[in-house]
């Protein structure tokens, strides 16, 4: 089993930043491809970025790019999501998640364990 706790979340004014921790217990987080989704009231779950067991590869979401970061620091056993320029179409809760084997890291299914995410409102 893992657990997986998220925090940093809040309200922020467009333009401005965020940084999205996850702490994670219970397995050896070196083995865990990491992922952050979000999810805005009535909408489904998207992918927003994942990174590999090392930290060498990482994906974003297309609406994303050049705006997020994520980074993983295995000594901590936490995984980050540095937010920039943000903007109101990002609030959202933001989950993360965890799971030793994925073959589309995009897909929300393929992750195995769920924190119980943390809320980003961007205000205008």
């Known amino acids: 089993q893992v657990q997986l706790v998220e925090s940093g979340g809040g309200l922020v004014q467009a333009g401005g930043s965020l940084r999205l921790s996850c702490a994670a217990s219970?397995?050896?987080?070196?083995?865990?491809?990491m992922g952050w989704f979000r999810q805005a009231p009535g909408k489904e779950r998207e992918f927003v970025a994942a990174?590999?067991?090392?930290?060498?590869?990482?994906y974003y979401a297309d609406s994303v790019k050049g705006r997020f970061a994520i980074s993983r620091d295995n000594a901590k056993n936490t995984v980050y999501l540095q937010m920039n320029n943000l903007k109101p179409e990002d609030t959202a809760a933001y989950y993360c998640?965890?799971?030793?084997?994925?073959?589309?890291?995009?897909?929300?299914?393929?992750?195995?364990?769920w924190g119980q995410g943390t809320q980003v409102t961007v205000s205008s």
């Open positions: 990174i590999s067991w090392s930290g060498g590869n990482t």
């Open positions: 219970g397995r050896t987080f070196s083995t865990l491809i």
């Open positions: 998640a965890a799971t030793g084997l994925v073959v589309h890291v995009t897909r929300h299914r393929e992750y195995k364990y």
